[in-house]
């Protein structure tokens, strides 16, 4: 699977799955995003370099997805990455047919579209290795996301209230479900 599209400001991308040579550009897109401090619920960096091999590992070993937007115009190998989008296992043997959800896009590049042509081509894939059901959680004041997600098909299911504590603020977690062969298909025929 391989994507290319331009950015209004002549920028090309490409939409792929990750390789190895992803990994520090991977992870200083997400180390930024943790900065950020208002999206995730994740509190430090993840700095050990062994620690950013054994998640490409693992995404290889159990069948995960990770798909990457690529900025063609950036340097390899740390600053090409500009967003990422996962879909991992849950953690019950009886929940394979489920994938978790989750997508970063550069804050540079935010509102580009870059974010819905991750997810698109992540709901796609995952149909390959046969996933009928996405799933996510997101901070419930976190209105692009949400917005994206339900423009994209996914259903709010329900709110953890107070489920994050930061900088002595609580956060309400919102879940979503998707059913890849019901709600995506619909939105595609829109
Ligand atoms: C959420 C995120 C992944 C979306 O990616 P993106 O590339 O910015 O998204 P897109 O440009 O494809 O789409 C964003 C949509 O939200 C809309 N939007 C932007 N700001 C908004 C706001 N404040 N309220 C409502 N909608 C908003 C955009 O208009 C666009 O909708 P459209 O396609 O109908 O025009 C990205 O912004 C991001 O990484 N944010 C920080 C990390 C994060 O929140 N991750 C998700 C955690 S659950």
Redesign the pocket.
């Known amino acids: 699977m391989k994507e290319y599209f331009k950015l209004s400001n002549g920028e090309e991308i490409l939409i792929r799955h990750v390789k190895r040579a992803d990994i520090n550009g991977i992870w200083k897109n997400f180390n930024e995003?943790v900065k950020e401090g208002i999206?995730?619920p994740v509190l430090f960096t993840i700095d050990s370099q062994f620690e950013k091999q054994s998640w490409f590992d693992n995404i290889k070993k159990s069948n995960e997805l990770c798909i990457v937007a690529e900025n063609l115009n950036l340097q390899p190998p740390s600053n090409n990455i500009i967003?990422q989008c996962e879909i991992t296992n849950i953690e019950w043997d009886a929940a394979m047919h489920v994938g978790n959800l989750g997508?970063?896009?550069n804050k540079n590049?935010?509102?580009?579209?870059?974010?819905?042509k991750l997810i698109l081509s992540a709901i796609e894939e995952s149909k390959k290795i046969n996933k009928k059901k996405l799933v996510?959680?997101?901070?419930s004041n976190?209105?692009?996301?949400l917005?994206?997600y339900e423009?994209l098909g996914f259903k709010k299911i329900g709110i953890r209230r107070r489920q994050f504590l930061i900088d002595s603020t609580y956060y309400d977690e919102l879940l979503m479900e998707l059913f890849i062969n019901e709600d995506f298909d619909d939105i595609k025929k829109l």
């Open positions: 995003v999206f995730l967003g997508i970063i896009v590049y935010r509102n580009m579209g870059i974010g819905k996510l959680s997101c901070f976190n209105r692009r996301a917005n994206l423009n």
